[in-house]
């Protein structure tokens, strides 16, 4: 069955401590792999795109890498206004419909 | 350039009621997506649309119903409402069905009470 899955599911940081979040995939023959970020009440907001195992991708505090059945977002130096729902998803494998994790919400406290 | 927009932001309906979401999506992408993210779950997919014509349906009941236009927009309908389709619906488009990326709408949050 295809599913993919997130870890943690909330996470609480300190303003500068720098953590990692997980998202493991089964679907076979990744079509990508999709980071979200999602602020309260509002739509997923695209990050980023992984294609190919090894590949790495970055955006002011993040940085998303992915290997054959994982992905993982890094953040460093987090800044409250970094506080949101981090969603990943990846197509199923009839690629018709993208499939989505839970998301873990993330707080950073100053 | 204008992302995706959907309308209306809210709407409260009763059970047994009917619903209409609506949704344009970026100029010149051609695929509607239509999702459903009930509180603490990732968005379930529910339809995509790609030049007018059903190319992928999730595992939601036949209440559920959508069609897409000439100019790409899209709708999204819901009959006979019950307490458990409160979500917020969210809307995404793509350039073409397998366009690898979707952008999403602000959503729709329907209340059925």
């Known amino acids: 069955e295809d599913q993919v899955t997130q870890s943690p599911e909330a996470l609480r940081l300190q303003e500068g401590e720098s953590s990692s979040l997980n998202c493991s995939y089964t679907?076979?023959?990744?079509?990508?792999l999709f980071w979200y970020r999602q602020d309260p009440g509002k739509g997923p907001e695209f990050l980023f795109t992984?294609?190919?195992a090894g590949e790495e991708k970055e955006k002011e505090r993040l940085k998303a890498t992915l290997t054959k059945k994982e992905s993982f977002l890094h953040i460093t130096a987090p800044k409250p206004e970094d506080s949101a729902t981090y969603l990943c998803a990846t197509w199923n494998q009839a690629g018709t419909a993208l499939i989505f994790g839970k998301g873990t919400t993330l707080s950073v406290s100053s | 350039d204008a992302g995706v927009t959907q309308s209306p932001t809210h709407l409260i309906k009763t059970r047994g009621q009917q619903v209409t979401l609506r949704c344009s999506p970026i100029s010149g992408h051609k695929s509607v997506s239509w999702y459903q993210q009930v509180l603490g779950q990732g968005p379930q997919f529910i339809f995509q649309?790609?030049?007018?014509?059903?190319?992928g349906r999730g595992n939601f009941p036949d209440r559920f119903s959508a069609r897409q236009f000439p100019n790409y927009s899209s709708e999204l309908n819901v009959n006979a409402l019950l307490l458990g389709d409160s979500a917020l619906y969210l809307c995404a488009s793509s350039f073409n069905e397998r366009s690898y990326e979707q952008y999403f709408g602000p959503g729709t949050r329907l209340t059925v009470t």
């Open positions: 649309y790609y030049e007018k014509e059903e190319r």
């Open positions: 679907v076979s023959g990744l079509r990508g």
């Open positions: 992984l294609y190919s």
